[in-house]
């Protein structure tokens, strides 16, 4: 059994990006949301309507599978990881990914890929999402 | 190195421009102070409607870094007072300006058609905007979301019809019910065709120093979130303060005549946290989540069940200006009241005490029912204030469509200046402490309760009194500290968790080296002074500032102001700014480069 990020209480969110900012910050060393692996959204005229979309980390991962060069493979435990040598740039992958989870860089321009760290939740102030035990079997 | 940039965009041509100016931000910190610098350098005589006049929105260098530091200010010249318009906003402006590559947006020009502006980093485009016209605030957002594609966060500023009427009342709303509300910054918008701007883009600043960046970063964010510094803004909000203030007589209530009111308790941050709160939201990058959301949900089919419902934000200036100074005590009613208010774009605090002063007006006989078409006003009557804002929103004749000019201009013309509590000619906010609020929004640079918290120092100075002129200097060196604040442009509401200490920690932690204690306060000073410089210069005068007539009679948090104590505190003050105004003068008009840099 493995921690695999999911969002717990999606109405508590307050739209502050606190998560974004963390993940760009760790891991990028970026002072950005736009580097973040997870997005939170928020929605036209729906005052403080907001869907949050963290990598569920597939055990099958439709990004993977429609990556053409095998950039993105299966990680153990779930999500996917990035060979970015072997990136073509197409964005088949964040296409593939329904929940829109799968964040681009448009800087990079490749795929940013969730590490299931857990630094996001760390710095949630209102415990919208948590690193939560997933048996394998119901990934 | 961070670099700051300024994107210049003329609404005549369509043009625009973009300039470094890393050289204003190392002299003047940011904020306010760059934005002040820039209003200076634009004729003195030039009309707030005037197509040369310039909006300058500034941000500064803990913009979207900082957990908190939300707020974007804009500085133009105010149709309400005539000279320093300032109003700052919180929103996702301050983050998207960042993610866009600039710190400063200074609009320029009339645009000869209605217009909305796209900011997406580089491209910068002015496009048509005929079929947005008339359209609402809270319309204009939904369509521009959904039209307007970006990759990145956007962030949305726009007016209501009120500022397209060129209402120097009009706000200009920034994304969720944030606004830069007072002093006219929507009419200024509406006077270059300009109904909105959208801005958006994904460029940050590299962190230079992990350790030092993330060690600081976290120490804020465990002030923000876990200690108690934040805790009534994400608790009951600025609410809390309705039925503390009322219980110590400074509650305005009709229209300033006391500062008890009877139905405090009804719309009290209680009674709306547990009758109407639904939601708290937050601007981008602040953890906190101040925004407080009412909703209303109202049966409209009087056979059937059908309903609607709406959310709407409200804090204690709202709940002031639409309640307790109105007499009413139904936060239904307000929250109708606000509604309508939120459509059309108004400032809440002024079109409020505008309506009070109206009702006063009408009760004394400067106003008939020949100027209000039949409406009797009376406190307490909400349904007539609906009415009232709808016929102000259609012009419906002279009388209503002065209305929307403000209390002070239609006292001069209608009769009743006593009762139009204004200062400097700016609506006053929602706190009757005593001296030190009234002397803070007749002196303070934008006349806002923000600009040197006076009514912080009535209640401190029940407890323990000091002799005027010392709390003159309080108040004085507490405006300073808040240039300094405004500078940086962070929420105001976290200014205990921005210490001295923790600014030059913060700067240094972004390779913003060299900063002191006394540079910081130079700076403040510099940028103080300025304001007043700009001030003076269209026509400002520390001597011409009265109390209003009525403020004198009523009984306050402290008791009853002498008006005579009043003016002499206020040349205490001026006589503070004049020696700052001097020591600032050297160095006011120096270039950049000439600026002594300890580094």
């Known amino acids: ?139 | 190195m961070p670099v700051f940039k300024m994107l210049d965009i003329d609404l005549t041509t369509g043009r625009h421009q973009v300039t470094d100016v890393s050289a204003q931000f190392d002299r003047d910190l940011g904020g306010t102070a760059v934005a002040t610098s820039l209003l200076l350098d634009t004729p003195a005589d030039l009309d707030p409607y005037a197509p040369e006049a310039p909006i300058i929105f500034a941000t500064g260098p803990f913009s979207a870094v900082y957990p908190v530091a939300t707020k974007t200010v804009a500085l133009f010249r105010s149709p309400l007072t005539g000279n320093l318009g300032e109003s700052h906003a919180g929103g996702r402006l301050a983050m998207a300006m960042y993610g866009a590559g600039f710190h400063v947006i200074r609009v320029r020009g009339a645009s000869p058609f209605p217009c909305y502006v796209t900011i997406d980093e580089d491209q910068v485009h002015l496009h048509r905007a005929h079929s947005l016209w008339g359209s609402s605030a809270l319309a204009a957002e939904r369509i521009l979301r959904d039209h307007v594609p970006s990759s990145y966060k956007r962030s949305i500023v726009r007016i209501g019809p009120a500022g397209e009427r060129r209402s120097p009342l009009a706000a200009a709303t920034v994304d969720s019910s944030r606004h830069f509300g007072r002093l006219g910054l929507g009419g200024v918008m509406g006077s270059k065709n300009l109904k909105a701007l959208v801005v958006s883009g994904g460029r940050y600043w590299p962190i230079v120093e992990k350790g030092k960046y993330n060690a600081f970063y976290k120490k804020l964010y465990d002030a923000v979130v876990k200690s108690p510094a934040m805790k009534k803004y994400h608790d009951l909000g600025t609410a809390m303060n309705v039925v503390p203030l009322s219980r110590i007589n400074s509650l305005p209530t009709r229209n300033f005549a006391q500062g008890f009111f009877e139905g405090a308790d009804e719309i009290s941050g209680e009674t709306f946290a547990t009758r109407h709160l639904t939601q708290h939201l937050a601007c981008g990058h602040c953890q906190t989540g101040c925004i407080h959301m009412a909703t209303l949900r109202e049966r409209f089919h009087p056979e059937h069940h059908q309903f609607k419902t709406f959310k709407i934000s409200y804090d204690h200036e709202l709940i002031y200006a639409l309640g307790s100074n109105l007499s009413i005590s139904s936060p239904e009613e307000i929250l109708r009241l606000l509604l309508l208010i939120e459509k059309q774009g108004w400032d809440a605090m002024s079109i409020g005490v505008t309506l009070a002063w109206a009702i006063d007006a009408f009760q004394a006989g400067h106003l008939t029912p020949a100027h209000t078409d039949g409406l009797v006003l009376n406190f307490g009557d909400a349904a007539t204030g609906e009415k009232v804002l709808h016929r102000i929103a259609r012009g419906h004749n002279e009388f209503y469509r002065d209305l929307e000019r403000g209390a002070a201009f239609c006292a001069r013309k209608y009769g009743g200046q006593d009762s139009a509590i204004a200062f400097g000619g700016n609506e006053a906010p929602g706190y009757m402490t005593g001296l030190y609020a009234y002397l803070g929004y007749a002196t303070g640079v934008r006349h806002s309760h923000l600009d040197s918290a006076g009514y912080a120092i009535d209640q401190k100075a029940l407890n323990e009194p000091k002799p005027d002129d010392v709390l003159t200097a309080e108040l004085y060196k507490e405006a300073l500290w808040r240039m300094t604040l405004n500078s940086l442009v962070i929420c105001l509401f976290a200014r205990n968790i921005y210490t001295k200490e923790a600014i030059l920690e913060g700067l240094d932690a972004l390779g913003l080296t060299g900063w002191t204690e006394t540079r910081l306060h130079e700076a403040a000073r510099r940028a103080h002074a300025r304001k007043l410089q700009y001030k003076e210069r269209c026509g400002f005068r520390f001597d011409d500032l009265v109390l209003p007539g009525k403020l004198a009679r009523v009984v306050s948090g402290a008791g009853q102001v002498d008006p005579a104590r009043f003016a002499r505190q206020v040349a205490a003050y001026r006589d503070l700014a004049r020696a700052d105004l001097a020591a600032a003068a050297d160095v006011a008009d120096a270039p950049p480069s000439a600026i002594p840099n300890p580094r």
């Not at chain 1, 869907?51 to 597939?58: A, E, K, L």
């Not at chain 1, 053409?68 to 435990?77: I, K, N, V, Y």
């Not at chain 1, 072997?86 to 964040?94: D, L, R, V």
Request: proline fraction near 6%; charge should be positive.
């Open chain 1, 1 to 139: 059994m493995g921690k695999l990020l999911r969002v717990i209480n999606r109405e508590q969110c307050i739209g502050c990006y606190s998560c974004m900012f963390a993940c760009s910050r760790i891991w990028y060393k970026a002072i950005t949301v736009e580097k973040a692996a997870l997005r939170v959204k928020n929605y036209a005229g729906v005052e403080g309507a907001f869907s949050i979309r963290p990598c569920y980390g597939c055990a099958d991962p439709d990004c993977a599978r429609a990556c053409p060069t095998a950039a993105l493979t299966p990680r153990p435990g779930g999500g996917v990881d990035l060979d970015s040598a072997k990136c073509t740039h197409c964005g088949a992958c964040t296409e593939a990914c329904i929940p829109e989870a799968l964040q681009w860089d448009h800087e990079q321009k490749q795929p940013i890929v969730c590490r299931q760290c857990g630094v996001c939740v760390q710095f949630c102030p209102n415990d919208v999402i948590a690193m939560v035990d997933i048996p394998a079997a119901t990934r």
